[in-house]
Structure formats: C-alpha cells, structure tokens
C-alpha cells in the first residue's frame, strides 16, 4: 500500500538496509529508521484526499511502513483533540489543548497506534508468534490485537507491575511471564528471545516499524487544529520515541504541503522524578542520558531506565528549544486529579506526569503563558487506580430517605413544601 517506503537507514552513520524485521545497524548498533521517497509522494497525499478517509490513523496510510493494506488495528486512533479552557485557567496560560489517547481502541492507550502497525507488519512478514517486552500498555496492546489477528503471543514483563496491566494482558489469552527484574531486564530477554527464535517481538526487531504508528498521533493533532503547527507540545516520555515521531510527523506534513506554515513548534519532555534519564540528561546539559538503574515511581508505564531512543529524544528537545522536566510521586497524583477535576478526562499516571510538568515549564516560564500548547494524554486512569485510591475519601453511606439526604447536605428538612394539588 505505501509505494513510498524504500528500505531503512541507520540513524547514527546512514548505512542503508533493506526492509526486515531487524532494528539495529551491524556496523554501530544505531536504531534504523524506515525511509520514505518524499519527492515521489508529493501531491499523491493531499487534504482531500485525506478528508475522504475513515477517521482513524490509516487515513495517513501512504506515510505508514506497509506493502499491502492494514491487517491489524483498522480502528485504531482518529482520538479528540480537546480544547481544555478550565484546565488553561488554573495552570495561568491562555490557549491549550488536550490530545486524548486515553480513549483509543481498543486498549485505551496511545499504544494501540504502534502495535497496530507492528503487528501488521508481522503478517507481512508471515510471522505467526509475537510477543513484547512492556511496562503495561504495550502488554495490553499486543494481547489485545495479537488476539485479534489470531496471532499465538508472549508478553514479558517486571513481576511487580500493576495487576491491572497483568489482568488486562492475561484476559486476551496472552502467555504473560512476569520476570524479576527492571524493564531493560526483561528487554535483554526479549531481544535474545527475538534473534534466537525469529518471532515479532514489537519494540525490538519491529521497532522501526512500531515506532512509525506513533507518527500518527502527531497527524492528527495538527488536522484536528486545521491543518496547523501547534507552538508547543508537551509529551511524556519512556523510551522517547513518541516525541521524536511526533515532530516527524510534523516535518513530514511541512514537507509534503499538507501544513503551510513553517514548523517552530517546541516540543517538551515529561518524565517521572523516579525515573528520569531523559530529563535530567536535558537539565544538566548532557549530551547522552545516565541510564536509571532502579527505576522507582507509581509511573511504571514511563519507567524505563535506559530508554532505547533517549539521545534523540534529547537532541530534538534542545534543537526545538524546548525543555524536559520531571515529576514526584505528589506531583503525579496532583496532575491526575487537576486533569480529571478541570476536563473530566480520568488518565493514568503518565497522564499525572505530563500535567505535572506542563505546570512546572509554564510556572518556569519556559512555556509561554499566551501561545498554542498541546499536553498528549496516551493513557487511561482506569489502568492505574491505585494511584489515585489513598488520595479520594471513600462516598458516606447514608439511610434511603430524602430527610438523611437534606441532613448529610445541610439543606433544612423541617420545613416542608405542600405537594401540588392535583387538577
Ligand atoms: C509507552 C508510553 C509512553 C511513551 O512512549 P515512548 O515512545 O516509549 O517514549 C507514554 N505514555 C504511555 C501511557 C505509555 O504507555
Ligand atoms: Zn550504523
């Protein structure tokens, strides 16, 4: 389906590979990237073109890693972009957007998008196991859609992740081993499972490919602003792929015409305090991040120590002139409950996390309080609610009548209002 795709290159020394399911340079173990044949895709994808589409990611298919059409997740994204005026008001900035993964299909995360490509991919390349290496959402993503397919899969995971994130891995029929260890543990494994066997393990031999899906998120957002830039983007990171993906979207929509406006958007990182290689690697002024040996935060779905894209992710942050912060276990907590309490949108923690620190840059006056900011939500409050458990009063029970209900209230109950007469 996409005849624009030309093979892959090495992110570090260019060096060009054919499209397999391989994610690393021979020569210098850099990430390989897929590469696109722009020149040959201009004016094949247009607005209207686009506008005749289903309202979902594959309506940037052209700019998607796949020979034939999607066989995995063809209702996966075409989320809201939320315009968010009350949570705008209590962080003090005027024009703000919420960019809700929280609902995608089908496992409520912005996971969904990769391994919707992913796994595509792997059908492409007639493979029939797959399986991932997760900090939860991917974990239920690859369950989810591998069941789908009718794909055989096995999920490895740190043994003390959220039962939820198990519950909602184990239910799709998935083999989910807990392992114990850190999440670049249980990732070693995967990778030796991977070269060792040959199966689809998403984040590793299909990453190039997995981590094209994420593009689409930054698709969307600037359609959904009507084919504009937003001038800030806050983004959570974990491996810092995500924000990396999200700029090239945007560079690919500048590129092809589909966004006139030149691109200046700064892109800023979101990290937990617990686990923040990427931010402090930005705040100190490294080049490369120190990876976090014991990650240590109710974040789990950011907290990977060694994050396989964290120098890019920096790079981009400085060259954008954007920055990265972090956020404490409180600040996590807070940033969950001012989300739910100002938009109703109940995300997870790494949702706590973003707020959080969109807080922090503003009051820094990193983010200035009168320009366009986009926070990308990419996970559902449901998945993590032990987070929030300890910080909400449990509801008082009361009797079944109107006068305990007036009392509890405080509303006077002795004086009674005569009922209407009836005709
Ligand atoms: C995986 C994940 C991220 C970050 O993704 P990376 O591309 O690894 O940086 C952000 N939010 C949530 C909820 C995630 O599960
Ligand atoms: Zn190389």
Redesign the pocket.
Known sequence: MSHFVRGMFCRVCGKRYPISPINFCTEDFGPLEVDYDYDKLQGDLTRQTIATRAWNMWRYRELLPLEDEPRVGLAVGGTPLIRADRLAEALGVRRLWIKNDAVNYPTL???DRVVAVALSKAREFGMSTVGCAS????ANSVAAQAAAAGLETFILVPADLERTKIFGTAVYGAKVIGLKGTYDEVNRVCTQIALKYGWGFVNVNLRPFY?EG?KTMGFEIAEELGWRFPQHVVC????????GKIYKAFRELHLLGLVDAPLSTRMYGAQASGCNPISACVKVGRERHKPVKQPNTICK??A?GD?A?GYF?AKLIRETGGWADDATDEEIVEGMLLLARTEGIFA?T?GGVTVAVARKLIEQGRIPRNEEIVLCI??NGLKTQDAVFDALESPPVIAPTLAAFEEFVGLRSSVVQPAPALA
């Open positions: 995360s912005f996971k900090t939860g959402n991917l981590a994420s959570p990171m974990a491996g810092g792929a995500l924000i779905s950011l990977i994050p894209d992710a997870e790494a990419t996970g």
